[in-house]
Antibody, heavy 117, light 113 residues
Framework: EVQLVEFGGDLVKPGGSLRLSCVGS????????LSWVRQAPGKGLEWVVR??????????DYAAPVKGRFTISRDDSKNMLYLQMNSLNTEDTAMYYC????????WGQGTMVTVSS | DIVMTQSPDSLAVSLGERATINCKSS????????????LAWYQQKPGQPPNLLIS???TRESGVPDRFSGSGSGTDFTLTISSLQAEDVAVYYC?????????FGPGTKVDIK
């Protein structure tokens, strides 16, 4: 079964840090382009960051609101995707999904990040 | 950045009737090199992640019922549900993948009248 599972979401104070993880199975993880997409409560979808596969250059692109604060990485030997989030603020409160592809054809169920004092 | 807009914000349609959602991009998402529109449609039901329905503006994903169809080119696109079923109640998003940053429309909520 093709699957993505995210974990690591938590309640964190403004200015704090958090690392999200996403594990993939049922597909060739090392060939996949991987993104994080977030959704604030009751709001729409916002793309956060994308990392291409190593065969495609491993290029990383960030959305402006997170550039310089968030860092994406991948470990293809473990089928793992990570998102290190620093300097969190209340506007980062959202469900965070990992998703595959140039167009997002596989999604995880999401992990909730709440930034609040 | 390419800004995506959708209309209407919400619509209510009787079971078996047609639902039409419009999506407009602030600049063309048509790539001359491969003659493709970099436009996707997603369905999101409450409490679930989004589900890809259509890519390349009109290519239905495997397993998506044929009552869903996508059309349009350049900057103007349409998602049509030809005969609305109860399980189609959801929010629908368009998304461009022509350029970074990847951007979504604000969503259109579809309900049963």
């Amino acid at each position: 079964e093709v699957q993505l599972v995210e974990f690591g979401g938590d309640l964190v104070k403004p200015g704090g840090s958090l690392r999200l993880s996403c594990v993939g199975s049922g597909f060739i993880f090392s060939n996949a382009w991987l993104s994080w997409v977030r959704q604030a409560p009751g709001k729409g979808l916002e793309w956060v960051v994308r990392i291409k596969s190593e065969p495609d250059g491993g290029t990383i692109d960030y959305a402006a609101p997170v550039k310089g604060r968030f860092t994406i990485s991948r470990d293809d030997s473990k089928n793992m995707l990570y998102l290190q989030m620093n300097s969190l603020n209340t506007e980062d409160t959202a469900m965070y999904y990992c998703a595959t592809g140039q167009v997002f054809d596989i999604w995880g169920q999401g992990t909730m990040v709440t930034v609040s004092s | 950045d390419i800004v995506m807009t959708q209309s209407p914000d919400s619509l209510a349609v009787s079971l078996g009737e047609r639902a039409t959602i419009n999506c407009k991009s602030s600049q063309s998402v048509f790539h001359n090199s491969n003659h493709k529109n970099y436009l996707a449609w997603y369905q999101q039901k409450p409490g679930q992640p989004p589900n890809l329905l259509i890519s390349w503006a009109s290519t239905r994903e495997s397993g998506v019922p044929d009552r869903f169809s996508g059309s349009g080119s350049g900057t103007d696109f349409t998602l049509t549900i030809s005969s609305l079923q109860a399980e189609d109640v959801a929010v629908y998003y368009c998304q461009q993948y022509y350029s970074i940053p990847l951007t979504f429309g604000p969503g259109t909520k579809v309900d049963i009248k």
